[in-house]
């Protein structure tokens, strides 16, 4: 691969394939809705942009051996960005969020000491469900409280090195490497 060129990178979650299956069921037909496909479903933990090609190994050993231990994780809830009858994004939520706090906190930190800075968006953590063309919506009626709608739950313990690329369809990320997240009891026990 050309070293210099550029690659739209991000830290994320895998969503596992029944809650995926869960997720898609909330679709209504919503006037300028892009509703992302299952493949398109993920988490985002750290949001890196444009990133040269280059930088690959310093991105990936940021991410090594994180003090962050393995997490139950809920999917609860559906919000929005923008007003709901005009939004710019509908989303699933999660609980409980101090875990992904965390884990996206842990992220920076490994990212910013191998001098590469983070997306100073505040973190919502939240998984996308559909994207919006100027006017659209409403999305009011989709809209649930945590306690109204629980999606299920699943275990936070591992993590992926996403690549977006823009396509006709909509994105396309792809994995190119994946982080075990290890209990500090085991590797404890390992070591000794
Ligand atoms: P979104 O789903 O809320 O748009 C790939 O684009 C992933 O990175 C998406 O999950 C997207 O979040 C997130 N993302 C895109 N731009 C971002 C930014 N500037 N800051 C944080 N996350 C971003």
Not at 98 to 114: F, I, K, N, P, T
Request: a positive charge.
């Amino acid at each position: 691969m050309d070293k210099t060129a550029k690659l739209r990178l991000f830290f994320g979650l895998e969503i596992p394939q029944a809650i995926k299956q869960r997720l898609l069921q909330i679709q209504q037909p919503v006037a300028g809705a892009r509703w992302q496909r299952a493949d398109q479903l993920h988490l985002t933990l750290a949001f890196l942009g444009s990133v040269d090609a280059g930088r690959l190994p310093v991105v990936c050993d940021a991410a090594r051996n994180l003090p962050v231990e393995p997490f139950e994780l809920t999917v609860c809830g559906i919000g929005c960005f923008g007003a709901p009858d005009r939004p710019k994004n509908l989303w699933a939520g999660v609980q409980p969020k101090e875990d992904l706090v965390r884990l996206h906190c842990a992220l920076d930190q490994g990212l910013a000491q191998s001098g590469l800075a983070g997306e100073r968006r505040r973190f919502h953590p939240h998984i996308t469900l559909s994207r919006f063309k100027k006017g659209a919506g409403p999305v009011t009626e989709l809209l649930q409280s945590p306690e109204q709608l629980v999606v299920g739950s699943f275990a936070v313990d591992r993590f992926a090195l996403f690549q977006s690329v823009r396509g006709e369809q909509g994105s396309v990320y792809q994995i190119i490497e994946r982080f075990t997240m290890m209990d500090q009891g085991k590797i404890d026990s390992a070591d000794g």
